[in-house]
C-alpha cells in the first residue's frame, strides 16, 4: 500500500536545485522526488557488492574484474 511522505523545512536553495533539475527531466517536483528516491532505493551498496564478491572467491585481480562485468553486464 503506497504511503505519503514529507519533508519539513526544506531549504529553499534545495527546494530551488530540485526544480530545477526536475524542468531538466521533464517530471513535476514530486516525479524527480520519486525519481530520486527509487534510484536511492534500488542501488545495492558498494559495501554489499563487495561482500558478494569476497563470497565468489576469486583468485585474481583479472578474475575480480571479470565477476564484476558480469555482474555489471547481467542487470
Known sequence: MPVNLS????????????????TLNHRSLQGELMAIIEAAALTEPPSEVLARVRQLGP????????????DRDGR
Request: glycine share 4%; proline share 7%.
Open 59 to 70: 583468485g585474481t585481480p583479472r578474475e575480480a574484474a571479470a565477476l564484476l562485468r558480469a
Open 7 to 22: 519533508i519539513k523545512n526544506a531549504p529553499d536553495l534545495i527546494v530551488d536545485r530540485l526544480r530545477r533539475r526536475a
